[in-house]
């Protein structure tokens, strides 16, 4: 259905769903933004036909959600990368993925914890190579959440605020799952030499802004970056678990460990030890940094 075709020509949600709104094509944009761009890929991760999915493409393609780059002239094949317009989708899925977690596959109870369900699917990401997100740090600069020829820690939380800031929500404490995120951040800072000294960067993502991260990271004097995934970029593309509390959705507490190859080569979820999680992350970054030492890097092909 186009937009053209709806009598109710005011109301932005339904000129919306004349475009997208069929659950083939959001979950479509779902793998797109995870970073399944090509087509025999998005058949093996949907199971959809061929003529059902070369129809669906065309459809976002023409309509501006997607745009269509050749990566190979014989024979003719394509990448179908989000544009502008399809990157505004990124926080529609992510109120899905919310949503879909809390009150479909849940009971509607309200947790910062990852489920069962949500713990199966980060270990899916085990041996993948996620697309090389770009986001906004806490020194208002672009950073890419996988580095280049290093190991990155990245880890997750729900928030963490500067004194006196009133940034929490009301009843926040009340949230299981939300208490820890200042101790985990400080227990990074302790430990960050140790990082640093086994080739690692460590990387804070929260979905607070830049300046909230900035006064926060002041005051607990963190010596690394601390960065913000308002738009929902990097919950997109590794699918991570969110939850709502204050008017915005939060993060559940997730750490993830990247090769230089940005391979997800380790995964902490669900965290109930936000302090004893960094040890244990430190000790698995020890023990692979020695084992490539010994074999050598490996490399591994993005999901396309």
């Not at 020509?9 to 004349?18: E, K, S, T, V």
């Not at 997208?20 to 199971?47: H, K, M, N, P, Y």
């Not at 502008?84 to 009971?107: F, H, I, S």
Request: charged share 25%; aromatic share 6%.
């Amino acid at each position: 259905m186009r937009r053209d075709d709806l009598t109710d020509a005011d109301c932005g949600i339904a000129q919306a769903l004349g475009i997208i709104g069929d659950w083939q094509s959001l979950l479509i944009v779902r793998e797109c933004a995870a970073g399944v761009t090509r087509f025999d890929g998005l058949v093996r991760e949907l199971g959809l036909s061929r003529r059902a999915l070369t129809e669906r493409l065309n459809s976002l393609v023409a309509d501006g959600v997607l745009a269509k780059h050749a990566y190979t002239d014989r024979p003719l094949r394509y990448d179908y990368q989000l544009t502008g317009r399809g990157r505004g989708l990124l926080p529609v899925l992510v109120a899905l993925q919310e949503w879909g977690t809390r009150y479909v596959m849940g009971d509607g109870t309200l947790t910062a914890t990852a489920g069962p369900d949500e713990e199966r699917r980060l270990e899916d990401l085990l041996g993948t190579t996620p697309p090389d997100v770009e986001i906004t740090s806490h020194r208002d600069t672009r950073l890419h959440l996988t580095g280049e020829d290093t190991w990155t820690v990245a880890f997750f939380f729900p928030g963490a605020y500067a004194p006196k800031s009133h940034g929490y929500p009301p009843g926040w404490g009340d949230i299981p799952g939300t208490r820890g995120c200042t101790l985990e951040c400080q227990t990074y800072a302790e430990h960050y030499s140790d990082f640093t000294t086994l080739g690692a960067r460590v990387v804070g993502v929260s979905t607070q802004r830049p300046d909230q991260l900035a006064a926060f990271a002041e005051h607990a004097d963190l010596p690394y970056d601390l960065a913000s995934d308002a738009d929902g970029v990097a919950a997109g593309a590794y699918r991570l678990p969110v939850f709502r509390a204050g008017g915005t959705d939060r993060l559940k507490r997730v750490s993830l460990l990247l090769d230089p190859a940005g391979v997800v080569r380790h995964v902490q979820a669900p965290i109930t030890d936000p302090g004893g999680s960094v040890e244990d992350m430190l000790t698995v970054l020890n023990e692979r940094t020695s084992a490539t030492d010994a074999t050598g890097p490996r490399t591994q092909q993005p999901r396309r």
